[in-house]
């Protein structure tokens, strides 16, 4: 498995930016699909944004147009840059590998390796 380390999180204000990065351990990291995910207390786990190996990318409607998901190959980090940040995006943030090939899925069951997560709170 993908060891994955999360960091960037933080407390910030509504319509402030952050942005989350995700250093991997695999130098294979370029053959994987990456995702973000989160988790806001007493809700389940849902997903944000992927990329798969060829910089295809997926949203989350709900987050359309405020945040973009990269990856830097050379680096073995993925980002997720936050922007327009509201207080309902508050949520633990992970990242995820998931599958080597395919399209930039939004289905939580085909990552395999997750990191440990980042907070994310928005106040208002």
Known sequence: QVQLVESGGGLVQAGGS???SC????RAFNSYTMGWFRQAPGKEREFV???NRIFNTNYADSVKG???ISRDNAKN???LQMNNLKPEDTAVYYCAA???YGSPTSD???FESWGQGTQVTVSS
Do not use: H, M, N
């Open 98 to 100: 998931g599958p080597v």
């Open 77 to 79: 980090t993925l980002y």
């Open 18 to 20: 952050l942005r989350l």
């Open 23 to 26: 250093a991997a351990s695999e």
């Open 108 to 110: 939580p069951r085909l």
């Open 49 to 51: 944004a992927a990329i």
């Open 66 to 68: 405020r945040f973009t």
